[in-house]
């Protein structure tokens, strides 16, 4: 253990050298390391309760992904009964939590029920298949069909909800400008949002509270709003409000010639004529040609932009809109058209999301925590480094020095990482302190019963060394796999620990067999003691 060929002490220095180098960044001024190679900027984020911001638990709506699912399910089984079978059946509708249809003719029951089958997946799970389907359909008699949708699969598109949620909810976080915003699941239906430095989380909750879900969809002149508002509304239409007060009823069909999910791009901008703000938008190449064929159709006829359920603007087609590009008008302000470029931009919810937390950490409170972990990291960084002095006083030293890099390193790598520290996470390094300087307590201890049996100063030093290592990865291994629990099953701030002490045991386990033993080594070439100073 003592024996180190030149490679090898190079190696562990410059290894040492170059992860410590990485946490540098954190002592400048962000303004002066922005002018920084790019790989040189990596940093530690200071987390929500050190920095001070806003904190956001989001649920999704559950009910209105049933009823999506639901409905989902309806409109395929009269695709397929018009479309494919074009069978005569009556009574298609949504009841419960089943989606019910009568085939008039019981004898076509046998040709169409292998059709809707059709419409059952296996559900995946974590190794592949999991046995389950995405919809059971079964004969109920009389020409009756049930197709039910099994809760199995509707916590499975809760996932894959939750899932697209979060990438649409960093696009729209990443939009408002914010730094280094946390943004993960929680729990089965939940999205926690934590924005760092950011103190005033209104505009953030109206555009993480929209769907942002747009539609282009004709108005249906065959009826008025009056007559609607009085209970008239055509089957295949619905009634709609306008979004700007006062408030307009619409007449809208329920087809959608073009949907928001088509839109490549979206920007506010000024009218040239009327000087008022609007939102310009581009279409994809399929969706541009079914908006050239949409108002190609209907020259002369109102169509209207709807965005969640909200009629924006209802202008007449004048002529065919051919280049894949437009813009929408209203009651715009500055703001409200930039963030509605910003909801366009980043794409429209699966489903809704409710607000159900909220805190705001302000940046004194925040500044308070840093000054406390700062004192304890000092304080117990001081005990340690004394008690270490006294009790094995060179080899104290050595120590010392291994746990200063030991340190080093940890905020090396969390820069490397670019991870979030917060005030758990500078409870988990100064355990690390702790734990380092076990690992030495445990190896100059062992030296001292090799001097007791008898063995000769460098031949005590290198058992020490080599003997300890098995208690050593057994202590750190159990430890390391325990922060690998917390980092799997804990949220926040029991990750921001679970990582800090995972780092700060690699590190450990680094140091206390390289950098502590090289160091010894070094000083057992230099003196050649006959004696150990421990």
């Given at each position: 253990m003592l024996y180190f060929t030149r490679w090898k002490a190079l190696a562990?220095?410059?290894t040492a050298l170059i992860v410590?180098?990485?946490?540098?960044?954190?002592?400048?001024?962000?303004?002066?390391?922005?002018?920084?190679?790019?790989?040189?900027?990596?940093?530690?984020?200071?987390?929500?309760?050190?920095?001070?911001?806003?904190?956001?638990?989001?649920?999704?709506?559950?009910?209105?992904?049933?009823?999506?699912?639901?409905?989902?399910?309806?409109?395929?089984?009269?695709?397929?009964?018009?479309?494919?079978?074009?069978?005569r059946f009556t009574g298609l509708a949504v009841r419960n939590d089943t989606v019910e249809v009568r085939i008039t003719n019981e004898?076509?029951?046998?040709?169409?029920?292998?059709?809707?089958?059709?419409?059952?997946?296996?559900?995946?799970?974590?190794?592949?298949?999991?046995?389950?389907?995405?919809?059971?359909?079964?004969?109920?008699?009389?020409?009756?069909?049930?197709?039910?949708?099994?809760?199995a699969a509707i916590t499975d598109r809760i996932r894959q909800t939750i899932e697209q949620s979060i990438q649409i909810v960093q696009k729209r976080v990443d939009e408002v400008g914010t730094v280094e915003p946390v943004i993960q699941r929680q729990g089965a239906d939940r999205i926690l949002v934590q924005v760092p430095g950011l103190q005033d989380p209104t505009r953030l909750k109206e555009l993480l509270g929209k769907t942002a879900k747009m539609e282009f969809r004709m108005v249906d002149s065959t009826v008025s709003p009056d007559q609607a508002q009085q209970g008239r509304v055509p089957a295949d239409s619905d009634l709609l409000m306008s979004e700007a007060s006062p408030k307009v009823p619409y007449v809208i069909k329920k087809q959608v010639l073009v949907s928001?999910?088509?839109?490549?791009?979206?920007?506010?901008?000024?009218?040239?004529?009327?000087?008022?703000?609007?939102?310009?938008?581009?279409?994809?190449?399929?969706?541009?040609?079914?908006?050239?064929?949409?108002?190609?159709?209907?020259?002369?006829?109102?169509?209207?932009?709807?965005?969640?359920?909200?009629?924006?603007?209802?202008?007449?087609?004048?002529?065919?809109?051919?280049?894949?590009?437009g813009q929408i008008s209203g009651s715009f302000t500055v703001q409200s058209a930039n963030d509605l470029a910003v909801l366009l931009r980043a794409g429209a919810l699966p489903a809704p999301l409710t607000v159900i937390e909220e805190r705001t950490v302000g940046p004194g409170l925040g500044q308070d925590s840093i000054e406390k972990g700062e004192l304890a990291?000092?304080?117990?960084?001081?005990?340690?480094?004394?008690?270490?002095?006294?009790?094995?006083?060179?080899?104290?030293?050595?120590?010392?020095?291994?746990v200063a890099i030991n340190v080093a390193m940890i905020f090396g790598l969390l820069s490397l990482l670019n991870a979030t520290l917060t005030l758990p996470g500078i409870a988990g390094i100064v355990l690390t302190v702790g734990i380092a300087v076990d690992s030495n307590v445990l190896i100059y201890e062992r030296?001292?019963?090799?001097?007791?049996?008898?063995?000769?100063?460098?031949?005590?030093?290198?058992?020490?060394?080599?003997?300890?290592?098995?208690?050593?990865?057994?202590?750190?291994?159990?430890?390391?796999?325990?922060?690998?629990?917390?980092?799997?099953?804990?949220?926040?701030?029991?990750?921001?620990?679970?990582?800090?002490?995972?780092i700060g045991i690699l590190t450990t386990v680094f140091t206390a067999f390289t950098l502590t033993s090289l160091i010894v080594a070094g000083w057992v070439r230099w003196k050649r003691p006959k004696t150990v100073p421990i």
């Open positions: 562990i220095i410059l410590c180098l990485f946490a540098v960044p954190n002592f400048f001024p962000q303004e002066r390391v922005k002018t920084w190679p790019v790989w040189a900027q990596r940093h530690i984020v200071l987390g929500l309760d050190l920095q001070g911001g806003s904190y956001l638990l989001l649920e999704v709506d559950s009910n209105y992904i049933k009823k999506a699912k639901l409905e989902q399910v309806r409109a395929d089984v009269q695709k397929i009964l018009r479309g494919d079978t074009k069978v004898a076509d029951v046998a040709t169409v029920l292998p059709k809707l089958r059709e419409l059952s997946q296996p559900l995946g799970g974590l190794l592949g298949s999991s046995g389950q389907r995405s919809l059971e359909v079964s004969d109920a008699g009389g020409g009756l069909i049930r197709m039910t949708v099994p809760q928001g999910g088509e839109l490549t791009d979206a920007q506010p901008g000024f009218d040239q004529r009327t000087n008022e703000p609007i939102v310009s938008f581009k279409f994809n190449t399929t969706g541009s040609r079914k908006f050239a064929q949409a108002t190609a159709e209907n020259v002369g006829q109102p169509f209207a932009i709807v965005l969640d359920d909200k009629v924006i603007s209802a202008p007449v087609i004048r002529e065919p809109i051919t280049g894949g590009s990291a000092y304080v117990g960084s001081i005990l340690v480094i004394v008690f270490m002095l006294i009790t094995y006083r060179l080899f104290g030293v050595f120590a010392n020095i291994a030296i001292r019963e090799e001097l007791r049996g008898g063995r000769n100063a460098i031949s005590a030093i290198d058992a020490g060394f080599r003997r300890a290592l098995a208690t050593i990865l057994d202590s750190n291994i159990t430890t390391f796999i325990a922060a690998a629990v917390l980092f799997y099953i804990g949220t926040g701030p029991v990750r921001g620990f679970a990582v800090t002490l995972g």
